[in-house]
């Protein structure tokens, strides 16, 4: 029994650090538009209209 309160301590607090430092960088932000355009059909662009390269990730 007290294995699994001890796993449920450690869940928990791995949850609370995970939420605490999580973040995203401004290039994943540009990779999601990217992403996105791509989806809708638009084609591998940032922003509709304009034809200009600007990966920041080539992942």
């Known amino acids: ?3 699994a309160i ?3 301590v450690i869940s928990a607090l ?3 650090l995970a939420v605490a430092n999580s973040f995203l960088c401004y290039d994943a932000f540009i990779t999601f538009r990217y992403a996105r355009n791509l989806a809708e059909g638009a084609g591998a662009i940032f922003n509709h209209g ?3 390269g600007g990966y920041t990730s080539f992942l």
């Open 1 to 3: 029994m007290s294995w």
């Open 6 to 8: 001890a796993a449920s």
């Open 14 to 16: 791995y949850v609370v």
């Open 50 to 52: 304009e034809r200009v």
